[in-house]
């Protein structure tokens, strides 16, 4: 169980690695969005499996929580529109 908590948290690593280093806007807006989706949905069913084994609860619910950002962040990111522009993964 501890090497799933594991995996959870190096994705949400990767991601924020892929977020800061600046490579999502590098990316096709299509892949850049599967990508973040993938990496949420993942260590969010991750974050609820350790949770729900009461495999350390606290550090469980830290990533279940970052991984909701996550996802509220590709969300908000690549499927809003802005003054009438299209949204980023139409584009």
């Not at 969010?44 to 550090?59: A, D, T, Y």
């Not at 996550?70 to 690549?78: E, K, N, R």
Request: hydrophobic share 60%; glycine share 4%; net charge positive.
């Amino acid at each position: 169980m501890q090497n799933t908590l594991r995996v959870g948290i190096a994705l949400q690593i990767l991601f924020f690695i892929l977020f800061f280093g600046a490579i999502l806007p590098r990316m096709n807006n299509i892949f850049a969005a599967i990508v973040c989706f993938s990496i949420s949905l993942l260590s969010l069913f991750i974050g609820i499996k350790s949770l729900k084994q009461q495999f350390k609860p606290v550090l469980s619910r830290i990533v279940i929580a970052i991984s909701i950002l996550i996802l509220a962040f590709a969300l908000y990111a690549y499927f809003t529109t802005e003054a009438g522009i299209p949204p980023l993964i139409l584009r």
